[in-house]
C-alpha cells in the first residue's frame, strides 16, 4: 500500500509547523507507519504549497492520506501560506470527483474544528481525528482502506498516544525530514511535553484543551535529536511546550498557579541536547512564562544562565503578556501584573543582552493579546505606557507581538464576552495603538537591537518582490531581511549568505550581502546605504568596476566614505 503525509501546516500557540519549520506531527505520523512495517519508500510527503503549485492535483495514487491542518493563533507567513478548512474540503472534493478510494484522515490542531465543519468534513468522505492522528496511522497500517472506513465507524476517534510510543515514532520519522523541500535547512520543532503547567488557565487558553500536562522523558528527546542529527538535520527549536521553563518540575509544590521549576532538568534537557548534536547550528526555545519568573526569581535566574549557556544567538523567549490593564488580568487569570512581567524582562536582559557575532543570544517577545474580557478602551493606553517604560529603562525586545484574541467554543472566554459592548470602538482603538506602537516603539527598538553595520549570518532568502528579496535566519522569530536584488544571483530557500545591516523599515531591516561586493552592486542597492542618494549612487555605479579602495577613493570619494561608514570587508 501505498501513503500520503500531505501537510497544510499547522500554528499553535506551542507549535509552529510553516516552512521553515517541520512540525512534530509529519514526524509522528511518518514513524508510527514505519514501526508499524510500512517501508520509508511507500511514504510520501508533500505540502500545500507544492499541492496548489501542481494544480491542486495529486501526482500518484494512494491507499491512505493523512492530511495535517489547523490554526488556533492567527499570523502572518513569510515560508508558506498556511492551509485554510476551505482548502481542505476542496481537497476532499478533488478526491471525490475523480473517485479515488482511498481513505483521507484528517488531524493536528484542526481536531478542536466546530460542528458544522466536522460535518461538512464527513459529508466529503475524510474523517476528522479527534485524538492523536498518529495512534491510527500505526492502527491501520495493515488494514485495507476499504475495511478500515468500517473499523473506524465502531471505535473512538479520540485516542492519545503515551510518550513511550511517541518516543519511538520521533527516531522512526526521522527520514521524512530528507523529503521536505526545504531540507537540510529545517526548524524541526521538538516536543517536551503538552498542556498547560499552570492550575488556573487564561480564559482564551486552547493548550488547556490538551488537559493536565504529560511530560516526555530525556532519553526520549535526546534519542529523537541524536536520529535527527545524524540525518544532517542541524536546526532545532524547544517549542512544543506551554513554558519550557516547566519542563519536570515539581508538580507537588504550587505557588500564584505555577509549578516549581527545577533548574537541574533543564540543565540535564540542554546539556544532553549538545552532547547528542555537538555541531548543531541552532538550539532556540520559544515559550517562557513570565508570572513563574517573577514567582520563583531565583530557580528562573538559574535557568536563563543555562539557556544562554548553551543555546544559540538570536534566540527569543515568547512571553504572554497578553495585557497589563489589572481589570484585565483578574477578569482572564492572566500569568502576571505590571512589576512581575518587568522582572521577567529584567531578568532575560540581564543575561541575554550578551552579543554573540553581533546579535543578542537571548531577548524576550512580548505578545498581546486584545478583546479580552474587561477590556475598554483604557486598556490600550496601558499597554502603550507600558512598553514605552520598558523602552525608556533601556530594556530590548526581540519582538512585540500585538493580535486579537481568537475566541475558542470550549474555552473560559466565549462565555465572557458574550454580548460585549463597543466592539466597533474598540477595534478601532486596536488599530490606532498597534500602529502608535509599530512607529513610537518597534522603529527604535529595532534599531538598538540591530544596529547598522552588524551583520546577520546565513540569512535564507524566501521571496521576490519588485527587484527585492525577503529572507530570514533560521530562528525563533527571526527578523525580515529586505535585500534588493545585485548581480549576484541567489536561490531562494537553498542558499544562505552573510549580510550587513544598512538600515531599518517596519518590523524589519535593510541589507546588503557581506562581505559587501561592491562591483556587483548596482544603483538600488547602493541606494540602501546611509550617503548614498540617487546621484551618489549613479556616479558610484558608472564610475566603476574597482580595483581597491584607493581607486575607490579616487574615482568616487562619496561613495568611498559612505561605504567606510558601513563596513570595511569589501570584496573588488
Given at each position: 500500500?501505498?501513503?500520503?503525509?500531505?501537510?497544510?501546516?499547522?500554528?499553535?500557540?506551542?507549535?509552529?509547523?510553516?516552512p521553515p519549520y517541520l512540525s512534530p506531527y509529519i514526524r509522528y505520523i511518518a514513524g508510527a507507519l514505519v514501526k508499524a512495517g510500512i517501508s520509508e519508500e511507500n511514504i510520501d510527503y508533500l505540502t500545500i504549497d507544492k499541492w496548489r503549485e501542481n494544480n491542486f492535483q495529486l501526482d500518484w495514487e494512494y491507499d491512505y492520506i493523512y492530511l495535517v491542518a489547523g490554526t488556533t493563533v492567527p499570523g502572518r507567513y513569510l515560508g508558506g501560506k498556511i492551509g485554510s478548512v476551505a482548502e481542505i474540503l476542496k481537497f476532499l472534493d478533488s478526491?471525490?470527483?475523480?473517485?479515488?478510494?482511498?481513505?483521507?484522515?484528517?488531524?493536528?490542531?484542526?481536531?478542536?474544528?466546530?460542528?458544522?465543519?466536522?460535518?461538512?468534513?464527513?459529508?466529503?468522505?475524510?474523517?476528522?481525528?479527534?485524538?492523536?492522528?498518529?495512534?491510527?496511522?500505526?492502527?491501520?497500517?495493515?488494514?485495507?482502506?476499504?475495511?478500515?472506513?468500517?473499523?473506524?465507524?465502531?471505535?473512538?476517534?479520540?485516542?492519545?498516544?503515551?510518550?513511550?510510543?511517541?518516543?519511538?515514532?520521533?527516531?522512526?520519522?526521522?527520514?521524512?525530514?530528507?523529503?521536505?523541500?526545504?531540507?537540510?535547512?529545517?526548524?524541526?520543532?521538538?516536543?517536551?511535553?503538552?498542556?498547560?503547567?499552570?492550575?488556573?488557565?487564561?480564559?482564551?487558553?486552547?493548550?488547556?484543551?490538551?488537559?493536565?500536562?504529560?511530560?516526555?522523558?530525556?532519553?526520549?528527546?535526546?534519542?529523537?535529536?541524536?536520529?535527527?542529527?545524524?540525518?544532517?538535520?542541524?536546526?532545532?527549536?524547544?517549542?512544543?511546550?506551554?513554558?519550557?521553563?516547566?519542563?519536570?518540575?515539581?508538580?507537588?509544590?504550587?505557588?500564584?498557579?505555577?509549578?516549581?521549576?527545577?533548574?537541574?532538568?533543564?540543565?540535564?534537557?540542554?546539556?544532553?541536547?549538545?552532547?547528542?548534536?555537538?555541531?548543531?547550528?541552532?538550539?532556540?526555545?520559544?515559550?517562557?512564562?513570565?508570572?513563574?519568573?517573577?514567582?520563583?526569581?531565583?530557580?528562573?535566574?538559574?535557568?536563563?544562565?543555562?539557556?544562554?549557556?548553551?543555546?544559540?544567538?538570536?534566540?527569543?523567549?515568547?512571553?504572554?503578556?497578553?495585557?497589563?490593564?489589572?481589570?484585565?488580568?483578574?477578569?482572564?487569570?492572566?500569568?502576571?501584573?505590571?512589576?512581575?512581567?518587568?522582572?521577567?524582562?529584567?531578568?532575560?536582559?540581564?543575561?541575554?543582552?550578551?552579543?554573540?557575532?553581533?546579535?543578542?543570544?537571548?531577548?524576550?517577545?512580548?505578545?498581546?493579546?486584545?478583546?479580552?474580557?474587561?477590556?475598554?478602551?483604557?486598556?490600550?493606553?496601558?499597554?502603550?505606557?507600558?512598553?514605552?517604560?520598558?523602552?525608556?529603562?533601556?530594556?530590548?525586545?526581540?519582538?512585540?507581538?500585538?493580535?486579537?484574541?481568537?475566541?475558542?467554543?470550549?474555552?473560559?472566554?466565549?462565555?465572557?464576552?458574550?454580548?460585549?459592548?463597543?466592539?466597533?470602538?474598540?477595534?478601532?482603538?486596536?488599530?490606532?495603538?498597534?500602529?502608535?506602537?509599530?512607529?513610537?516603539?518597534?522603529?527604535?527598538?529595532?534599531?538598538?537591537?540591530?544596529?547598522?553595520?552588524?551583520?546577520?549570518?546565513?540569512?535564507?532568502?524566501?521571496?521576490?518582490?519588485?527587484?527585492?528579496?525577503?529572507?530570514?535566519?533560521?530562528?525563533?522569530?527571526?527578523?525580515?531581511?529586505?535585500?534588493?536584488?545585485?548581480?549576484?544571483?541567489?536561490?531562494?530557500?537553498?542558499?544562505?549568505?552573510?549580510?550587513?545591516?544598512?538600515?531599518?523599515?517596519?518590523?524589519?531591516?535593510?541589507?546588503?550581502?557581506?562581505?559587501?561586493?561592491?562591483?556587483?552592486?548596482?544603483?538600488?542597492?547602493?541606494?540602501?546605504?546611509?550617503?548614498?542618494?540617487?546621484?551618489?549612487?549613479?556616479?558610484?555605479?558608472?564610475?566603476?568596476?574597482?580595483?581597491?579602495?584607493?581607486?575607490?577613493?579616487?574615482?568616487?570619494?562619496?561613495?568611498?566614505?559612505?561605504?567606510?561608514?558601513?563596513?570595511?570587508?569589501?570584496?573588488?
Open positions: 500500500m501505498k501513503f500520503l503525509i500531505l501537510d497544510f501546516y499547522v500554528d499553535e500557540p506551542a507549535c509552529f509547523g510553516v478526491l471525490k470527483n475523480k473517485k479515488r478510494s482511498c481513505l483521507t484522515l484528517i488531524g493536528g490542531p484542526v481536531r478542536s474544528a466546530s460542528n458544522t465543519i466536522r460535518d461538512e468534513i464527513a459529508l466529503r468522505g475524510g474523517i476528522l481525528i479527534r485524538g492523536d492522528l498518529e495512534v491510527y496511522a500505526s492502527l491501520l497500517a495493515d488494514v485495507s482502506p476499504h475495511k478500515a472506513r468500517t473499523e473506524l465507524e465502531s471505535i473512538s476517534l479520540t485516542q492519545k498516544r503515551t510518550y513511550k510510543e511517541l518516543d519511538e515514532y520521533a527516531v522512526f520519522g526521522a527520514f521524512i525530514t530528507e523529503k521536505h523541500p526545504n531540507f537540510p535547512y529545517l526548524i524541526l520543532e521538538i516536543e517536551t511535553y503538552r498542556g498547560c503547567t499552570r492550575n488556573v488557565f487564561c480564559s482564551f487558553c486552547s493548550e488547556a484543551f490538551y488537559g493536565r500536562p504529560v511530560f516526555r522523558s530525556l532519553d526520549g528527546i535526546l534519542g529523537e535529536i541524536e536520529k535527527l542529527y545524524k540525518l544532517s538535520n542541524r536546526y532545532f527549536r524547544l517549542g512544543r511546550q506551554a513554558d519550557l521553563m516547566t519542563y519536570l518540575p515539581n508538580m507537588d509544590d504550587f505557588k500564584n498557579s505555577f509549578p516549581r521549576p527545577i533548574p537541574q532538568n533543564l540543565y540535564r534537557l540542554y546539556s544532553g541536547i549538545r552532547e547528542v548534536a555537538p555541531d548543531l547550528k541552532l538550539l532556540h526555545l520559544d515559550n517562557i512564562n513570565p508570572g513563574l519568573i517573577a514567582t520563583f526569581p531565583n530557580e528562573s535566574e538559574e535557568i536563563i544562565k543555562i539557556i544562554t549557556e548553551f543555546n544559540t544567538e538570536g534566540d527569543t523567549a515568547a512571553m504572554g503578556i497578553e495585557s497589563v490593564d489589572d481589570a484585565v488580568i483578574q477578569a482572564n487569570d492572566l500569568k502576571c501584573n505590571v512589576e512581575e512581567a518587568k522582572t521577567a524582562i529584567r531578568l532575560i536582559n540581564k543575561y541575554g543582552k550578551t552579543r554573540v557575532k553581533g546579535i543578542p543570544k537571548l531577548l524576550p517577545g512580548l505578545n498581546f493579546i486584545h478583546g479580552l474580557a474587561a477590556e475598554t478602551s483604557q486598556t490600550f493606553q496601558k499597554n502603550y505606557e507600558f512598553l514605552l517604560s520598558l523602552l525608556d529603562e533601556g530594556l530590548l525586545l526581540r519582538r512585540i507581538n500585538i493580535r486579537q484574541v481568537v475566541v475558542h467554543e470550549r474555552s473560559k472566554l466565549s462565555s465572557l464576552v458574550k454580548g460585549q459592548r463597543n466592539k466597533k470602538i474598540l477595534e478601532n482603538k486596536f488599530v490606532y495603538y498597534k500602529d502608535k506602537i509599530r512607529k513610537e516603539i518597534d522603529e527604535p527598538m529595532l534599531k538598538l537591537v540591530f544596529p547598522v553595520g552588524s551583520v546577520l549570518k546565513s540569512v535564507i532568502f524566501e521571496k521576490r518582490e519588485a527587484g527585492y528579496l525577503w529572507g530570514r535566519q533560521l530562528g525563533s522569530y527571526p527578523i525580515t531581511v529586505k535585500m534588493p536584488e545585485t548581480k549576484i544571483k541567489v536561490s531562494l530557500f537553498n542558499q544562505p549568505i552573510d549580510v550587513v545591516i544598512c538600515g531599518h523599515v517596519s518590523r524589519a531591516i535593510y541589507g546588503l550581502p557581506y562581505p559587501l561586493p561592491i562591483n556587483s552592486m548596482g544603483d538600488l542597492a547602493l541606494r540602501n546605504i546611509s550617503g548614498f542618494g540617487s546621484s551618489v549612487a549613479s556616479k558610484t555605479t558608472l564610475l566603476g568596476p574597482y580595483q581597491d579602495w584607493d581607486d575607490l577613493l579616487t574615482k568616487c570619494p562619496e561613495g568611498y566614505k559612505a561605504i567606510k561608514n558601513l563596513t570595511n570587508d569589501v570584496v573588488f
